[in-house]
């Protein structure tokens, strides 16, 4: 049973006991419903004694104060076992589940990121977990617990009376087969409703991202519009599943209320033809009534219960992902870099690097230049294993990148990225992201060096100014110095820079090369920049165009070529003096 809820509904074995668990209290709390059954039978064949001449009464009020106040008791315990083994237990495996997916997410790789949609994937974590939290806390062990009950009860009664015990219990096969029956009909209908749901987050997630762009080119009327189209859509489905789903529902409910209606019938029956006696008529009474009740709420829930699939699936889909793997221990043979003929496409058969080769050693400046889209980013975030190749090999210090586990290996990278990522904290924090262990002052250190002591001493509370989201305060210059403050900060022996300094100003690109100079010294720098002045004096450059290496060598030599170095310097140069 245990294996059973493991693999049906993706449990951990506590997870997978603790449902068996809340079922098994679900049925006693059942059961425990019964008590007070038991009472008023007992009460009421007390109470029939002097009218059928059997004499007086046996037990006086006391006693049955007394037995009201046990089983009130046995009542709060069930109900409290119950609540702790399927509440409490059910958070716990939702925290698992969450923490696990999490960790799923931190190791795949970026090329799933650039597969998926991002608001579909935080659906997953937050409302896909919700979803299951609710279902596994509210429907599914109560439905175990409900069939648990039934059953026992069922039998319980077909033994007292099998004439009246069928007139109680036909009606449940028939009210759970018309709501088994269409769970393709309700699956299918909540299905669309899913992606309406999933259409709308885009939707949101979307304008929030590009609110900068829709006022810059007046598309707010029509964007607007675009997701109140997408609201009105997932308002038309929600409408119509809930009311598909109700329609089921009370109709299934109905057919079990039609049970207590075929017990009065059969029931006064057999009392009419002295086949039965009025006390057992009136227990099938009761019990019918109370036997319907956890049942009647097990199938206003049993959509729920249906629709766990939809987001089951969805996250087994993305536990299933291959993961980004790699040893942690490894020792490396110095910190050159190595592409041997790499090949690489986010889409497949959409080759972007192609036959790539090249060494960036450690100690020299290695340039990657090239027209926009050669591949240059491309090449640098596989060097970083943000990807990994589709073919060839590239190595750090003899290792092969694919070898090392991905977080492992960025401990050896410092990046600075063209659209450089801020926190929405102080200025200090932002910087001591590169280092967590850092001292004020050696975060102020490496600001000094990146010259962001000029912006920061403007800001209302220096360094201790929070900066907004993702730096909304700052201008790209300074978002930019304060990347290469993390970069400095981490002092990793591999240094990343694409388009590093491209935000800059002449005066302050030159001043922060001079800082870098010394930062680089006996690095691996892989560097990307379209300013030929920026790497004119780097030791040896790479021309991507078309994913191809067109062109390496020191800059002097590739000056002295007539090849697309050449003409690119020119083209500056003429721009420049123009
Ligand atoms: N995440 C991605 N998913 C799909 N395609 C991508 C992705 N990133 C880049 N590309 C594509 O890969 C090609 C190379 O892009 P890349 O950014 O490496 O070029 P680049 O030389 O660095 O360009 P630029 O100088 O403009 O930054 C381009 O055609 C680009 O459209």
Known sequence: MLKFFQRQFALTETGARDLGKGSLYSALVNFSLMLPVGLFILLLNELLKPLMGEGLPEHGPLTYA??????????????????SSIFLATYAESAVRRISLAETLRRLPLAFFGKRDLADVTNTIMGDCTALEHAFSHAVPQLFGAILSTLVIAAGLLYADWRMGLAVLWVV???????????????????????A?????????????????????????????????????????????????????????AVLRLGLASVVLVGGQLLLEGKTDLLTYLVFLVAASRLYEPLSQTLSQIAEIFMVEIPLKRMQELAAQPVQAGETGHTLQGYDIVFDRVAFAYHEN?????????????????ALVGPSGGGKSTAAKLAARFWDATSGRITLGGHDVTAIDPEALLRHYAIVFQDVLLFNDTVLENIRLGKRSATD??????????????????????YHTVIGENGSLLSGGERQRISIARAILKNAPVILLDE????????????LQMALTALIKDK?????????????????????????????GPPDKLLQQDGPYRRMVALQSEHMSG
Request: hydrophobic fraction near 45%; charged fraction near 25%.
């Open 524 to 552: 691996t720098v892989l560097m990307i920049a379209h300013r030929m002045r920026t790497v004119a004096t780097a030791d040896q450059i790479i021309v991507l165009d078309g994913g191809y290496v067109v062109q390496a």
């Open 66 to 83: 007394f037995l009201a106040a046990v089983i009130g008791i046995v009542l709060f315990f069930c109900h409290y076992l119950q609540y």
């Open 441 to 462: 002052e050696e975060v102020r250190e490496a600001a000094r060096m990146s010259l962001c002591d000029e912006f920061v001493e403007r800001l209302p509370q220096g």
């Open 350 to 366: 959409e080759p972007v690097l192609q036959e790539v080769s090249f060494v960036a050693r450690q100690g020299e400046v290695t």
């Open 173 to 195: 096969p028939v009210a759970f087969l018309l709501i088994i029956g269409s769970k393709y009909w309700q699956n299918k209908v909540e299905r669309r409703h899913y992606q």
């Open 197 to 253: 749901k999933r259409l709308c987050a885009d939707g949101i997630q979307e304008c929030l991202e590009t609110i900068r762009d829709i006022k810059a080119c007046v598309m707010k009327e029509r964007y607007l519009a675009d997701l109140d189209e997408k609201f009105d859509q997932a308002e038309q489905a929600q409408i119509h599943s809930e009311l598909i789903t109700a329609t089921l529902v009370t109709g299934a409910q």
């Open 500 to 511: 590093a300094t491209a935000s800059l100003d002449v005066e302050n690109e030159t001043k």
